[in-house]
């Protein structure tokens, strides 16, 4: 949610705090039905309506795809919602479901099921979620709905009840009086509340009251004193807190029960408070007129002051007289007759115009991964604001700098408009992934170069872009040089004092890597290695760290050496049969699952060291987890070591794969590992729903 406001001001989002016991603490986050006791303390009995209206409420919890370099990120939020039908619709802000890919609802008992989006309107901040019933026991209680109230007979003074879940812990109530029944914001001192690229402002005129609500609240209902919804909590101004009146929320959550969205009439007038300069008077003046809409057919211009629409009189002054006017509009349909009553050069005029519909002021993000952007359709709005000639091509919103677009000739970057690829236009999202898909059907080693034409600044640039269908991970082979199965430090001239060894220089072995010649031959840890067949080891700082090592590879592998080494007090030669260096973990076979964001590979020899792994332990190890990805989100870490997949035990990178590949073959909504991290192992679950939705 963009808020373009005053510090003073700010939106209630996502989150909050409450306080159970510790009993009721851990089964609410283990999604349990609190103890009697718990649940006893839950209930405020003392007062039979709120006892009525407390277990309409839910908990959400949400995973949010936000653009960041190129790609959706991940994140967890939530807010508050109330039930309204026993169908399982429940009504919240828009905010909180804003960009949402998969919901999880807390019912008041403890239990939760998933829910899906049915709908959600930016321009009045408001959404409807539906719980998947079937998911609850078949035993399980009816629902309890709470139903609206008249919002229109608010009085300031009146008392009134926040509920929703401060914190995201729990349920909560906060009690309070109606400081102000139809608060508009004034944008001179406080600003704009933008949403999806749609003022808010335009419609709400909120509900102020002074019962505290906090973040988590966003989507809870505000409450009379019989119970009934006067109000959906939305924002939080200094210490009084604002709601979106029941009456509009009614209406909206109707229309998207019934078509999943709002449909509104349009007529392409933008208006504004009236002039001071004109003195003291009621209406609204146009500031622009939108080409090519209704009301430019109808020859209004700007300057025009309207002060009545389809016979109703445009009320209040300032804000309050902007808000009436749109109101009017929006309930309206397309196609619909809308009479505009308007003064200019002081004449009264009239003009009958036909609506539009209304169309989303933002497209949704879509990740783009094959050009490494995330990219949006071009709606009008966008296309008026951005001074393009239509809303055909597709809007760059976000590019990772070491993918495809930001390597491209020239580079792309955001807010760049791509309008065809080899010569093929492209008008929308859908159809670029369509032809990127053509594109690299049969693409050579997954890379195809292409040639991008992008509208930025008004002018139109040819690019060279170079699409992958996996990120790229160049591996050098290296060629198998001699190894010593040790480690060392070298031999500084304090250390050497300290020890009581008469060298200048040498190498003292920190560790002997188990199984390995250095093992079978009998060095040991603290051994000091003076000379290598009579040639000095000259390690004397803290950077000659790697001259042992670099000494030992000027020999083949299998080559017997004398090392001269310094052992408690004493001089002795010791042979040691050099062994080939190890594969590198870059040479391990990796595999990297796009989907879930992770990469993975066999085990090498240095994972074994660096991570104390066994020698004789068996499995896959993760190499990274995209940050804010689908694996890092279900709390998958790079250097885990997965050691079962769903019920497959994992001895190598084969086994993670096929488990893999088996769990989307049987519909599987989750994929559950065992991982060892840190000496201890413990499961990690990936929940594949909202992965299937993401395109």
């Keep these: ?175 309070g009086v109606v400081s102000n029944p139809s608060l508009v914001l004034p944008e001179q001192t406080v600003g704009r509340m933008m949403l999806r690229g749609e003022d808010v402002g335009q419609l709400v005129r909120w509900v102020l009251h002074d019962a505290r609500i906090f973040g988590g609240n966003s989507g809870g209902p505000l409450v009379n004193s019989r119970g009934d919804i006067v109000g959906i909590n939305e924002i939080g101004v200094v210490s009084l807190s604002g709601a979106i009146p029941s009456n509009l929320a009614r209406v909206v959550a109707e229309q998207i029960i019934k078509h999943g969205r709002v449909t509104r009439g349009w007529s392409g007038l ?35 002051v309207i002060f009545a629409c389809d016979g109703h009189d445009i009320e209040g002054a300032e804000e309050k007289a902007v808000a009436h006017f749109y109101r009017i509009e929006a309930s309206q349909m397309p196609d619909s007759d809308f009479t505009v009553e308007f003064v200019r050069a002081g004449k009264k005029q009239s003009a009958r115009l036909k609506l539009t519909k209304r169309e989303p002021a933002r497209a949704d993000d879509v990740e783009l991964r094959t050009w490494g952007a995330v990219a949006r359709d071009i ?33 792309l970057r955001r807010e760049d408009i791509l309008i065809a690829v080899d010569g093929k236009p492209v008008g929308t999202v859908a159809e670029l992934r369509e032809l990127t898909r053509t594109l690299m059907e049969d693409a050579p080693k997954g890379v195809r170069t292409v040639l991008a034409s992008v509208r930025r600044d008004g002018a139109v640039l040819s690019s060279v872009v170079e699409l992958r269908a996996l990120d790229e991970r160049n591996v050098t082979l290296q060629a198998r040089k001699a190894w010593l199965g040790a480690s060392s430090q070298p031999l500084t ?24 010649q250095a093992e079978k031959s009998g060095l040991q840890i603290g051994d000091i290695i003076l000379a290598i067949d009579g040639t000095v080891v000259p390690a004397r700082r803290q950077e000659d760290s790697d001259v042992l090592a670099r000494q ?105 794969k096929r488990s893999r590949e088996e769990t989307v073959a049987n519909g599987k909504s989750w994929w559950v590992l065992l991982v060892r991290r840190r000496g201890q192992t413990q499961f990690v679950e990936i929940n594949l729903k909202p992965v299937k939705s993401t395109p």
Excluded at 57 to 63: D, L
Excluded at 271 to 295: I, M, N, T, W, Y
């Design 379 to 411: 709606t009008p709005k966008l296309a008026r604001e951005e001074r393009l000639p239509d809303v055909r091509g597709v809007w760059l919103e976000n590019v990772r700098p070491a993918g495809p677009c930001g390597q491209a000739e020239p580079t």
């Design 493 to 516: 001239p304090k250390l050497s004092t300290r020890l009581g060894v008469k060298a200048d220089g040498g190498a003292r072995l920190t560790r002997i890597y188990p199984g390995t």
């Design 552 to 656: 030992i590879r000027q020999y083949r592998s299998g080559t017997e050496a004398v090392f001269s080494i310094w052992r408690e007090g004493a001089a002795k030669d010791v042979k040691v049969t050099l062994e080939e260096q190890p594969v590198p973990p870059a040479e391990m076979a990796w595999w990297q699952d796009l989907a879930l964001e992770f990469s993975a590979r066999d085990i090498a020899f240095d994972d074994r060291v660096k991570l104390q792994i066994a020698t004789d332990a068996r499995g896959a190890i993760v190499e990274s987890a995209v940050p804010a990805g689908w694996a890092a989100l279900a709390g998958l870490r790079a250097d885990d070591v997965i050691e079962m997949a769903g019920t497959t035990r994992v001895m190598n990178l084969e086994d993670l």
């Design 1 to 175: 949610m963009t808020l373009l406001m005053s510090r003073w001001m700010c939106a209630i989002l996502c989150c909050g705090a409450w306080c159970l016991s510790g009993a009721a603490v851990l089964a609410a986050a283990n999604g349990a039905k609190p103890p009697a006791s718990a649940q006893a303390k839950l209930t405020p009995a003392e007062d039979p309506m709120l006892t009525r209206v407390f277990p309409s409420i839910v908990r959400i919890e949400a995973i949010r795809l936000r653009p960041s370099d190129g790609r959706l990120t991940k994140q967890w939020t939530g807010g508050s919602g109330v039930i309204i039908s026993l169908e399982g619709h429940l009504v919240t802000n828009c905010h909180v479901t804003e960009d949402g890919d998969f919901f999880r609802c807390y019912l008041y008992d403890g239990s939760h099921v998933e829910a899906r989006l049915v709908g959600q309107d930016a321009l009045t901040d408001l959404a409807v979620l539906q719980l998947e019933l079937t998911q609850r026991p078949k035993d399980a209680a009816p629902l309890v709905t709470a139903k609206f109230g008249d919002s229109s007979s608010l009085v300031a003074g009146e008392e009134v009840f926040a509920l929703g879940s401060p914190g995201f812990l729990s349920q909560s109530v906060t009690r």
């Design 270 to 304: 933008t208006v504004q408070p009236r002039l001071e300069a004109d003195g003291e008077a009621k209406g609204v003046v146009v500031g622009d007129v939108a080409a090519g809409s209704p009301a430019a057919g109808a020859a209004l211009e700007p300057g025009d």
